[in-house]
């Protein structure tokens, strides 16, 4: 269990994916104007990775990966240059249904993300939690931690980002920092504060 817990703060916040490593920044910064939106599309993103991650770890370990098939005879079949396809087509099955959820339940947040939430289809951040996990040899209930955990970090990090965007909506700031500008400069910012769990993680 301590592996566990230490595997997901590892991947909230030592490899946070937008401050980080820098994965997922487009919809990280668009839909960042709001912590109403930018919660939302944290719990989004945790809940497609907390769902992909494992089931793609099963996908991979019982169907694509060298020596799957041994148990048919077939031991030298490889079929691993298939496992972006598959991990593409679980995540879009994944941000389908979500999206039919939202749409049903709670359309305020369906209406904030927009043309962006099928875009969470192809975002770097969800399906390099996949490739991840194939990368670094995790086992299925590793595999379902990392994708929590890297959801929760995410989430962690657009809200804050979010918070402190609403709060400088009513500044005077100077032109050319208003909108995207000043989110990148706090995104650098937060980027370095994140980057000492890091250093902090090293020490232990």
């Known amino acids: 269990m301590t592996g566990l817990w230490a595997l ?34 944290g719990v ?22 060298p020596g799957a098939w041994a148990w048919a005879g ?40 927009g043309v962006f939430l099928p875009l969470l289809t192809v975002q770097c951040a969800i399906l390099a939690g ?3 996990m194939v990368e670094r040899s995790y086992t299925l209930a590793e595999s379902a931690v990392f994708g929590l955990g890297s959801g929760v970090g995410f989430t962690v990090a657009v809200v804050m980002l979010g918070a402190l965007r609403s709060r400088l909506a009513y500044a005077d700031l100077p032109a050319g920092l208003r909108g995207l500008g000043i989110a990148f400069v706090l995104a650098g910012i937060m980027s370095l504060g994140f980057a000492s769990f890091a250093q902090m993680a090293a020490t232990l």
């Not at 909230?12 to 994965?23: E, G, R």
């Not at 240059?81 to 049903?104: S, T």
């Open 8 to 41: 997901f703060l590892n991947a909230a916040f030592v490899d946070n994916m937008p401050l980080i490593l820098f994965l997922g920044l487009c919809t990280f910064l668009a839909l960042s104007k709001q912590a109403d939106a930018a919660l939302g599309l």
């Open 44 to 65: 989004a993103i945790t809940g497609v990775l907390g769902i992909t991650v494992p089931l793609n770890h099963l996908i991979y370990s019982a169907v694509l990966a």
């Open 74 to 113: 077939m031991p030298e079949l490889d079929l691993s240059y298939l496992a972006l396809i598959a991990f593409i087509g679980v995540i879009a099955a994944a941000v389908q249904v979500l999206e039919m959820i939202l749409d049903r339940f709670f359309p305020k947040i369906h209406a904030a993300f």
């Open 130 to 132: 996949s490739l991840f």
